[in-house]
């Protein structure tokens, strides 16, 4: 678990990542702009927040996976129905 700041929207959030990883997407914005902070490993108040917070990122990426699982069936039934409408528009605009 490593603490990372993220340059384009200031978030620091922690990540379970590998000891030589860098940089990694933020959480917040999902922006690869990120760099690792060096600090000691978790004091027993941050422990308790990280419980709590991967709770909240658990139930939250849950909720992203359903709604991108979602969207996903969505984009191909409406690729399916533009193809049976005869294809006049087949790029979309
Ligand atoms: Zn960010």
Do not use: I
């Not at 999902?30 to 658990?58: D, F, I, N, Y």
């Not at 990426?61 to 049976?84: D, P, S, V």
């Amino acid at each position: 678990m490593y603490e990372f700041d993220c340059d384009a929207c200031g978030e620091r959030f922690e990540a379970l990542v590998p000891a030589d990883t860098r940089t990694t997407e933020c959480r917040l914005c999902g922006s690869a702009e990120t760099h690792r902070v060096l600090s000691a490993p978790g004091a027993p108040w941050k422990l308790v927040k990280t419980v709590g917070a991967a709770r909240q990122q658990e139930a939250r990426n849950a909720k992203l996976h359903a709604e991108t699982k979602r969207r996903f069936k969505e984009t191909r039934q409406k690729a399916r129905e533009a193809k049976k409408g005869g294809g006049a528009n087949p790029g979309g605009s």
